[in-house]
């Protein structure tokens, strides 16, 4: 990664409270590329009209401009079709949609839902109202010591009961990858189904879901540099078919008569009311942008950054580093010795560094690690080591001040 | 923007040798209070006798300024009567929106008037005093 890449990012050449930006909070949302804030502003400036119904000219722009972000999204993860890609609001409405529609139709009492302590509040939260509204039980996964998931642990909670099995594919909080491809061979056989939130992994590595062969996957445009307001639920097209539709209105219908009506095919089935059409357009941008760079080459870029930076807070005295040291995702979650990480987040925010701190929407995750909040320092593309390098200073001289 | 405006000498003193932290066997009060956004937590005891607030104590967990806060309202709210309480609790309010506001009867708690340039913190700091306000009205309910 270099200077031209950091370039694209209008966002990052500003100064906070006196000091150059350094934003390490890219796991919360990432930053916008020109590229996709061209797309938008051209978008709206040329194409934007509804999709699916006008005749006319702008109509058929904005169509084409809808249903090519669809297209993009498909090979970006390697769908089958694009049947099975449907826009939703971001990962939360995608999840829920997975646990209202097809959960709540297929679970009966008793049936098992697999799940970990890890797991982000909305990949955790719809399947808890689901098992309260059919009688299907939680089970979570062990994890060890430090933090991970392995598939021997998933295997002793799966059984010929468990008809759901979900997970996030990376942790926004530990860091660490999940073996969801190995997991969802054992759901299979076991006759459950495989749901993997990737709102961590979509904008950070190579995503193809027919080599995973999960049965559905979840993430949102806004961290992957596309805008907020847009994610993709992937499902396999013969579970989808199944489905029922979440929302009713326009867009979705086939035939409406006054009693009884019909829906379209996938996947607009899913998609009632005026889309978000121009999201989708940023989302394919983004997906344009992170492609010409390589998801490869990001991948590897976070990971150098992420040893760099493991290794430099190792040498801060005092600090908690939670997870594996050993790590390939781009974030570092720790505690600084007993000062508290809102005024560590504070204290960065004093010198331009931007980092989260808070129980980042995992309070299980909180109490099994037994801290109420942690600081979090996240990296992408546009991230580097003299980032990590300001981060580790301003880490030392906040120790120094609540010393 | 200046840290020292925020973590005033004050503020760190009341964080590090906390005053009235612990729990009563019987107070008549306990309101449990969670800033759902961050995770802090607090536990506040009241003991409120004719109309009178005789003893405050809180545990909890927080960044240094909701701690402080706690610290410097149960102090302040002792031997208040119930409606000297509520005054209090709507001028500390008033000083997180940066109103001109004194507190001659507690000077500390002026301390946490830096606060105002910070709108991140300010819901730390009102934890407490949203503990106060709640404890007041479930006694007065009672009555």
Redesign the interface.
Known sequence: MNNAIREQFPILKQEI??HPLVYLDSAATSQKPLAVIEALRHYYEYDNANVHRGVHTLGSRATDAYEGAREKVAKFIHAKSTKEIVFTRGTTTALNMVASSYARSILSEGDEIVLTPMEHHSNLIPWQQVAKATGAVLKYVKLQEDGTVTLSEVEKVVSDKTKIVTMAYVSNVMGVINPVKEIAALAHRHGAVMVVDGAQSTPHMKVDVQDLDCDFYAFSGHKMCGPTGIGVLYGKQALLEKMEPVEFGGEMIDDVGLYDSSWKELPWKFEGGTPIIAGAVGLGAAIDFLESIGLDAIAAHEHELAEYAVGRLSEIEGLKLYGPRARKVGLVTFNLGDV????VA??L??SGIAIR???HCC?PL?RWLEA??TARASFYLYNTKEDVDRLISALIQTKE??G | MQLDDLYRRVIMDHYKNPRNRGKFEDGTVTVDLNNPTCGDKISLQLKVDDGIVQDARYTGEGCSISMSSASMMTEAVKGKTVEEARELASRFSALMQGEDVHFDDYEDIEALSGVNKFPARIKCATLAWNALRKGIDEKQHDH
């Open positions: 409270n006196g508290h990480p809102h005024d504070t204290v925010d004093a701190a808070g129980h309070q909180m109420s909040s001040y609540f």
